[in-house]
């Protein structure tokens, strides 16, 4: 019976949940694995949170973009965020710079950087582009290959 009743609360909180969450930012692409399901507070299903954290997948969830020119004229981005799930996610970021027509300004930094964002707990970054050209970014995360 206890099993039984397990059962029907981890598929109900899967119905529940919701579908996967998206960056509040278009230019902010959450891969597989590191965005995540949100899960409503619910009396049923907080003493399972942990299961059920991690039966939804739950993950980072983007909560601000800061925009701001240095007085070089480089822009200046800030990214904040939040770990919604009960466990450390660790992911790889890419940020590419973007000029006015929308296209790739090639740079040498725009390479793949692991970084882990600890359980239940806040998360930023702060990238300056690498050239003046910059006006706009894209930032892609992936799943840490490392990561099991």
Not at 6 to 15: F, M, N, P, Q, S
Not at 113 to 130: C, H, Q, T
Request: hydrophobic share 40%; charged share 25%.
């Amino acid at each position: 019976m206890v099993k039984h009743s397990l059962l029907i609360v981890c598929i109900g909180a899967l119905i529940l949940g919701g579908c996967a969450s998206k960056s509040s930012d278009e230019r902010i692409n959450m891969g597989k694995g590191v965005g995540g399901d949100t899960l409503g507070d619910n009396i049923i299903t907080r003493p399972f949170a942990v299961v059920i954290s991690a039966l939804l997948g739950q993950g980072v969830e983007i909560t601000e973009v800061i925009e701001a020119r240095t007085p070089q004229g480089f822009l200046d981005v800030q990214m904040r965020g939040y770990n919604k799930a009960y466990g450390t996610k660790r992911f790889d970021y890419r940020v590419e710079w973007l000029d006015s027509n929308g296209m790739v300004i090639p740079t040498k930094t725009s390479v793949w950087i692991p970084v882990s964002a600890l359980e239940k707990s806040e998360v930023s970054f702060r990238f300056i582009a690498p050239r003046k050209e910059a006006v706009d970014f894209r930032i892609n995360t992936r799943k840490n290959k490392i990561t099991k």
